[in-house]
């Protein structure tokens, strides 16, 4: 007795040991580190706009649609549906149902009816992650296995989580979240009962894959214009019927289940009544296309796998974007424009809102494809507001400091007007409102740490080359930029001064800002393009309060017309032109890009009647002067026309005008007198005393200017007027002659001179070299290289002088 229940002990004590073994080995391997379910097949990426709005679903690395949601995300109603119609004994089960197993063998072996499986969540789960053919009792056999291993390693919410995301909806679209942005529009957390409850049949319902052939069918219709293709049509139409039919009865079998579990939804039954409506694949959202690529893109270069990619871009607005650029093309198709690219930024947090990069995305004949907004092209005038920011800055001008616009030539560069006139003294403002090019490069080459290449070098603009390749040229357009590139400077000088990237991911952190112009600089730009008119063919029959901020530019040989500029708290950047860079004379800035920025205006604000400038505060170090509006100086006493202007104490230059000058005339003979004055014989008069090259752009304009007189030697030594200004050469160049023309090169002195200026002398070192009359050029020939001393001495003893040097090359 006793030695039989010893061995009787032995043997629970053997299998309570075996057992224990056994619990330990499970927890082993449960325990164990397994790859993560959702990396066992790659997934679509879903791009939204800042509203949440689908922009577009891409297709995952094998060509399916499939999105990974996670188990808490997915509404109870499907989860509950899915197990209901499915599996109802998931959470109790190895892995299999032996039950079903065996009613599936005996019907599809033995009773001789539709095939059936009989297999779980797991067991589908296992087919579908190792591609296993379970049409066979072999196949059925290792699909048994599998499914014991996942239940082995996984927890039944990691398996269900999987099903969800793996299960089959038809045509190449796996998983819930997939199905439900595709079929329904929205993600699938927001699924109601009757579209969770839908989703639920779909994979287990036999017809499912012929939704494909009839969606096919219904595509390839729709792109056929053939008539005779009627009846196929009718005939795709009664398919895509009869299957919505299919679900609609396999779902009401569901929800008459669900009732039983959930007599509270009975509520939801009228619903469950309504037609089933599921959109179709191939009617998914492809917004914004070349956005979406970028974002896409740059996702793929920070090696970003995330499912959902939620972007700054407005929706509303990339259709206004898109539709005023349709409208344009379409408006000047008659003179050649076939191409346009917009895009418009947010000030406040610098997120692209709109983008079209190109008039038509799927035009061939126009390389729509091609992001227009990525390429580099010539700006033409619009970076001009920057040159006068970088001189209001270094005190190099005001905006009403008088400029010339008179021929000038900068070493080798000579640069002209778009338009072949000059203006004669232009003030700052209406140089850059009326796109002068003279002026511009004048302000340009006065510009020091940092000079104007420097300045586009520190704010990001890529792919420059050294500043010698492009000289005072880059002024004018010499350079390239791309229209982000373009849009984050006018952005810069929204946030008055403050240079920062550009967003398209809405998760994206704004970078610090990196200060590029003064606030006041900023301000006094923003001010003088405030006053640029808008172009005749645009007005508007009601002025609005909102004011325009904008700039045009066009591209040598006409291949690039561009409009920047700010309204509200928008910048907005439109070009026209060819990607392939072909000339068209009507790609004039304020001629074909102006008219599509200011539709685009004038729809934001019939868009948003309440749209407005954020608040910004005024500039603390800004003043306002009182100038005379010849010179653009501090007036002195004779000066008869004043005006006011913006200043910056410490900064903008700050001297008394010196044009209006009185003279004592002699009123007998009209010229000037001398001292002693005589009352009854003299009088005072005031005469513009204008330099030589102004007065010679008045006289070619029949501009009238009273011509002051002759100042005699019997008055003062020295006067008010300007002292000479060397124009040529420019300051620090070189000149190379060629040693086989040794004696026939000459270089021309220039000076422009005061009025009461009668004759120049020029010196070069301590030698004379002759002497001219104003607006007239001396010619020196060197007599060997080396170093100068130029020296420019007018008749009242006022002088200019610079260095020059000299070289030989064989």
């Not at 297709?59 to 188990?71: C, I, K, T």
């Not at 079998?253 to 409506?277: G, I, T, V, Y």
């Not at 304020?590 to 599509?596: D, G, I, M, R, W």
């Not at 006289?699 to 200004?725: L, N, V």
Request: overall charge positive; some cysteine; aromatic content about 10%.
């Amino acid at each position: 007795m006793f030695v039989r229940t010893a061995s009787f002990v032995r043997r629970w004590q053997n299998w309570l040991m075996a057992a224990l073994l056994l619990v330990i080995a499970l927890v082993i391997i449960r325990l164990w580190p397994h790859p993560p379910l959702s990396q066992f097949a790659p997934s679509s990426t879903a791009v939204y706009d800042d509203r949440g709005r689908l922009l577009r679903l891409t297709l995952a690395s094998d060509d399916r649609y499939r999105q990974w949601v996670p188990l808490a995300q997915m509404p109870p109603a499907l989860v509950q549906g899915v197990l209901l119609h499915e599996d109802a004994w998931f959470r109790w089960h190895p892995g299999f149902n032996p039950f079903s197993l065996t009613r599936g063998a005996w019907v599809t072996y033995v009773g001789g009816g539709n095939r059936q499986g009989g297999s779980t969540v797991t067991m589908q789960l296992a087919r579908l992650l190792y591609r296993l053919n379970t049409r066979t009792p072999g196949g059925k056999f290792r699909q048994v296995l599998r499914a014991v291993e996942l239940e082995l390693c996984y927890s039944k919410d990691a398996i269900l989580e999987a099903y969800l995301n793996y299960a089959p909806y038809g045509r190449n679209i796996e998983g819930a979240g997939a199905a439900s942005l595709i079929y329904f529009d929205k993600p699938v957390t927001n699924l109601s009962l009757p579209e969770a409850l839908t989703l639920a049949v779909i994979p287990q319902e036999p017809n499912r894959r012929s939704e494909g052939k009839a969606t096919s069918e219904v595509e390839s219709i729709r792109h056929s214009g053939e008539s005779r293709n009627g009846e196929q049509r009718e005939s795709a139409q009664i398919s895509t019927d009869v299957i919505n039919a299919r679900l609609f009865v396999a779902r009401a079998r569901l929800f008459k289940r669900w009732l039983a579990k959930h007599p509270e939804d009975q509520a939801s039954a009228p619903l469950m009544q309504l037609p089933l409506r599921l959109r179709a694949p191939s009617n998914l959202p492809f917004a914004a296309p070349h956005f979406v690529e970028e974002v896409l893109a740059d996702a793929r270069l920070n090696g970003s796998t995330a499912p959902v990619l939620n972007t700054t871009l407005d929706l509303d607005l990339q259709r206004v974007l898109e539709r005023q650029v349709k409208n344009h093309v379409e408006h000047l198709a008659d003179r050649g424009v076939r191409n346009a690219v917009a895009m418009l930024v947010d000030t406040r947090d610098l997120g692209i809102k709109a983008l079209v990069g190109s008039a038509d995305y799927f035009e061939k004949a126009i390389a729509g494809q091609v992001n227009g907004a990525l390429a580099k092209r010539s700006p033409g005038s619009a970076l001009k507001p920057f040159i006068y920011g970088l001189g209001f800055d270094q005190g190099v001008l005001h905006p009403q400091t008088v400029l010339r616009d008179v021929p000038t030539a900068f070493g080798p560069f000579a640069p002209e007007n778009f338009d072949g006139r000059f203006l004669g003294p232009v003030t700052a403002t209406e140089a850059l409102v009326r796109s002068r090019n003279i002026p511009a490069v004048y302000v340009a080459s006065k510009l020091k740490n940092p000079d104007f290449y420097q300045f586009l070098k520190d704010a990001g603009i890529s792919r420059m080359a050294n500043a010698e390749f492009y000289g005072l040229a880059l002024v004018l357009g010499g350079g390239e930029v791309t229209m982000e590139e373009l849009a984050k400077l006018y952005a810069m000088l929204a946030n008055r001064g403050s240079l920062q990237s550009l967003r398209r991911r809405a998760d994206e952190p704004r970078a610090p800002g990196a200060r590029m112009l003064s606030d006041e600089a900023s301000f006094m730009v923003l001010d003088m393009l405030r006053q640029n008119p808008r172009p005749d063919d645009t007005l508007i029959s009601q002025p609005s309060s909102l004011p325009v901020y904008w700039k045009t530019g066009t591209s040598w040989g006409f291949r690039d017309a561009w409009t920047a500029g700010i309204v509200g708290p928008y910048v907005l950047v439109v070009w026209v032109g060819n990607f392939d860079g072909s000339g068209n004379p009507a790609f004039v800035g304020v001629e074909t890009a102006a008219p599509l920025f200011f539709h685009v205006v004038d729809a934001l604000r019939a868009r948003d009647a309440q749209m407005r400038e954020p608040p910004r505060a005024m500039p603390k170090n800004l003043k306002r002067v009182e100038i005379c509006l010849a010179s653009g100086d501090l007036p002195n006493a004779w000066c008869p026309q004043r005006g006011m202007t913006w200043f910056i104490p410490g900064k903008s230059p700050i001297r008394v005008s010196s044009v209006h000058r009185p003279v004592v005339v002699d009123t007998a003979t009209g010229q000037a007198a001398c001292p002693p004055y005589d009352p009854q014989h003299t009088r005072t008069e005031v005469f513009e005393f204008w330099p030589t090259d102004l007065a010679a752009v008045f006289r070619q304009a029949g501009i009238p200017r009273r011509k002051p007189p002759a100042i005699p030697d019997c008055t003062a030594a020295a006067d008010d007027g300007q002292a000479p200004q060397i124009t040529s050469p420019i300051r620090g160049a070189t000149y190379t002659r060629r040693a086989s023309r040794e004696g026939e090169e000459r270089i021309a002195f220039n000076a422009t001179v005061d009025a009461s200026a009668r004759e120049i002398y020029w010196f070069v070192d301590e030698d004379f070299v002759g002497a001219v009359k104003p607006g007239e050029a001396m010619f020196w020939q060197p007599a060997a290289p080396g170093e100068y001393t130029l020296r420019a001495v007018d008749d009242r003893g006022r002088a200019d002088s610079r260095r020059l040097r000299v070289d030989v090359v064989q």
